[in-house]
């Protein structure tokens, strides 16, 4: 896909949607400075063109219990057929994983996961990851402390060649 072409103002739009995703059109109308029919339009467009991809509710760990948190690095054993597809395939299944990259490195997976606690989070090491198809090597780093976090996207106008 093909890099969309923003101005300031679509940038001001998708930056406060990303903080305030259930702002009224009006509301967001004002704090960019447009009528509300502009920003109405302006909006749609971005929706369509695929820069919004869709709108969600962010969710407290914390209130929902998930004490928690470790990145997974996944080695995998390459002489088995299939073996990123069968990976790939019972890694969906698993709800602790709320992230999945293939990176590149000494690992060909970076996970993402929450678990309850570490009874929890455990489990499903013993139990799903190192029972999943050709798995070889695991190695986990639980979060002490987040510095920073942030699941939007950098929302700024491209800089000029040469900066």
């Given at each position: ?9 679509d940038c001001r739009i998708l930056s ?55 990145f997974v690095q996944v080695s995998m ?40 606690s570490l009874k929890h989070f455990s ?41």
């Open positions: 896909m093909n890099a969309i072409s923003l101005d300031a103002t406060v949607l990303q903080n305030e995703g259930r702002i009224s059109n009006l509301d967001l109308a004002e704090r960019i400075s447009l009528s509300p029919s502009a920003c109405l339009r302006r909006l749609r467009l971005l929706e369509e063109q695929g820069v919004i991809e869709r709108y969600r509710a962010c969710l407290n760990r914390d209130a929902l219990g998930f004490e928690l948190e470790a054993r390459n002489d088995q057929d299939n073996w990123h597809e069968r990976f790939a395939e019972a890694m969906h299944d698993w709800p602790e994983v709320v992230g999945a990259f293939v990176v590149t490195g000494e690992s060909h997976y970076l996970l993402h996961v929450l678990a309850h489990d499903f090491v013993l139990t799903k990851l190192y029972k999943a198809p050709g798995v070889m090597d695991i190695r986990s780093n639980i979060v002490l402390q987040t510095l920073k976090e942030d699941s939007g996207v950098p929302v700024t106008l491209p800089q000029p060649a040469g900066r």
